[in-house]
């Protein structure tokens, strides 16, 4: 468990994730006026602008722009741009697993939201699943199942191979990004996406208790795990983030 270690440009995301019934919001057990900063790393210039979605193996990050809807791949080490991938549609949410990235894309004019699986050896599979209601964004992988957050219902969802919901984990606030580490959710999250703060929260991944376990002082979008450190975008500023929890 770590400690210390397509709408225009601009448009709130609200436009592109549907609001439909809201989930019951999970227990708060943190009062977080209490809760200490994230201890940021490094603050990476990032090579295209508005950084939204980021996945990393601990060697490449992928870095999904909301301005040009294409992933910068990135060296890790060097931060230097080593290619670019094309998807069907906006990448709201990427995680990477077992070899390949997994990524919700809004397609068609209409945003339709899929999960898709992209191997950099092969490219994209032909399948896609459907997300579920037809929303969300931020994800991760448990096992070898799909973490879907919906951001406006507060909800993290566990689905089979088919986009079947399994299990709905409510989550004290919107998500806007999805980090799995053992048996933790942590999610990037937030009340109000405009004027409000932003939050980590660790959530159980085996009994769904969740809390508040730092504050993050700026409008983050996107959340990954590398290993050894935590990667998110402060999209306004053109920058990617990599931060520890503080201890």
Known sequence: MPHGTVAPARARESINERQTTRMPEAARATDTRMLAPIVEIDRLVSTSPEPHSVATDGRTVWIGSR????IDVMNA???QKTGEIVPPGMPWGMTFASGALVMTCGETEDDARRVRRFVPETGFEASFVACPEDTGSHLGLYGDRVLLGQWYNKALHLLD???GVLRTYPAPHGIAGVAVVDHSAYLLGTDDEDEGEYWIT???LENGAAVDVAVVPFRARSLAWDGSRFWTNHREADRTVTFALPA
């Open 67 to 70: 301005a040009t809807r294409r």
């Open 77 to 79: 080490e060097t931060w």
């Open 161 to 163: 191979e088919n986009g």
């Open 202 to 204: 660790r959530l159980n």
